[in-house]
Nanobody, 118 residues
């Protein structure tokens, strides 16, 4: 069992920056691929960025060059550095963990609100 808790969301002006964190507990998350997803009102949840246990990263085209996903294996913390924020980045951001070994469990955090507005 893995518990995920997001933090760091808030209100920021266009062009500003935010750093989201996801604290994992209950299991060793070094065996999980981790990711950030987001969901705006009335829209489906979409991928933002992922990082494997080996450090391989993947980003949605809409955030490439602006967002950076990292993980601290020792502290069991996943982060998302968001720069040059745009109003269209406004959404609830969710932390996700998918086990890379069998059984392939999948977990979600409760989400943190990010609002980009002037």
């Amino acid at each position: 069992q893995l518990q995920l808790v997001e933090s760091g969301g808030g209100l920021v002006q266009p062009g500003g920056s935010l750093r989201l964190s996801c604290a994992a507990s209950g299991s060793d998350f070094s065996a999980y691929a981790m990711g950030w997803y987001r969901q705006a009102p009335g829209k489906q949840r979409e991928l933002v960025a992922t990082i494997t246990s080996g450090g391989s990263t993947n980003y949605a085209d809409s955030v490439k060059g602006r967002f950076t996903i990292t993980r601290d294996i020792v502290k069991n913390i996943l982060t998302l550095q968001m720069n040059s924020l745009k109003p269209e980045d406004t959404a609830v951001y969710y932390c996700n963990a998918e086990r890379e070994i069998f059984p392939r469990f999948n977990y979600w955090g409760q989400g943190t609100q990010v609002t980009v507005s002037s």
